[in-house]
């Protein structure tokens, strides 16, 4: 167990619908990412977070958004859903933004978009 | 940008003997970390491995070792003595550690390991 938790675990939607996926950090750690693992493009970065506000951004869709809460947990914001966004979606923490710092990763969301 | 390669789509080992994954990677920085991620059934990220680029001695985990050659931008990763337990997709990836870019990890496509009993 990571200590990061991430929910829900499974989520089935239609396309053109909105989805929200819930991440929350290992106690302390102020940096979040945000990964998707899918058949097509591998695992590929799509957004950080730290202390609240956005730090890095990846290949993230404009459909695509997310945000940092001040208790330091994140959502990820699905919009207008196509069957191509079906993946499974990663959450990791970090203690801070620094390359040394190990990232833990929560056992992913896998959403199916039918 | 930075970008990751693994060759290996699949590989193959016999319980108890050894097995080399392959990683190749293309960068301008000089300082970076360079890990190798395990990923089993539950789908569950186990971080494996790091090697700091500015380290030369290759770094070790218990059975797991790398070989980091820095010139040739390759890091494999040596699995001895595997073990049931090891069968899992294997990832390879690449984080920056130079001052004012993005922590984010890099990917290669994975290199999925079967162990025969």
């Known amino acids: 167990d990571s200590g990061v938790t991430q929910t829900p675990k499974h989520l089935i939607t239609a396309t053109g619908q909105r989805v929200t996926l819930r991440c929350s950090p290992r106690?302390?750690?102020?940096?979040v990412y945000w990964y998707q693992q899918s058949l097509d493009q591998g695992l590929q970065f799509l957004i950080q977070?730290?202390?609240?506000?956005?730090?890095a951004k990846g290949n993230i869709l404009e459909r695509f958004s997310a945000q940092q809460f001040p208790d330091l947990h994140s959502e990820l914001n699905l919009s207008s859903l196509e069957l191509g966004d079906s993946a499974l979606y990663f959450c990791?923490?970090?203690?801070?933004?620094?390359?040394?710092?190990?990232?833990?990763f929560g056992p992913g969301t896998r959403l199916t978009v039918l | 940008a930075q970008t990751v390669t693994q060759s290996q789509p699949e590989m193959s080992v016999q319980e108890a003997e050894t097995v080399t994954l392959s990683c190749t990677y293309d960068?301008?920085?000089?300082?970076?970390?360079l890990f190798w991620y395990k990923q089993p059934p539950s789908r569950q990220m186990i971080l494996v491995i790091r090697?700091?680029?500015?380290?030369?001695q290759n770094a070790t985990e218990n059975r797991f070792s790398v070989n980091f050659q820095k010139a040739a931008k390759s890091f494999s990763l040596k699995i001895s003595d595997s073990q049931l337990g090891d069968a899992a997709m294997y990832f390879c990836?690449?984080?920056?550690?130079?001052?004012?870019?993005?922590?984010?990890?890099?990917f290669g496509s994975g290199t999925q390991l079967t162990v025969l009993p």
């Open positions: 977070y730290y202390n609240g506000e956005e730090r």
């Open positions: 106690s302390g750690d102020l940096s």
């Open positions: 990836a690449y984080r920056s550690s130079s001052s004012g870019s993005a922590r984010q990890l890099t």
């Open positions: 960068t301008s920085e000089s300082d970076y970390y």
């Open positions: 990791a923490s970090s203690v801070r933004d620094r390359a040394d710092n190990e990232q833990f």
């Open positions: 090697q700091e680029a500015y380290k030369q």
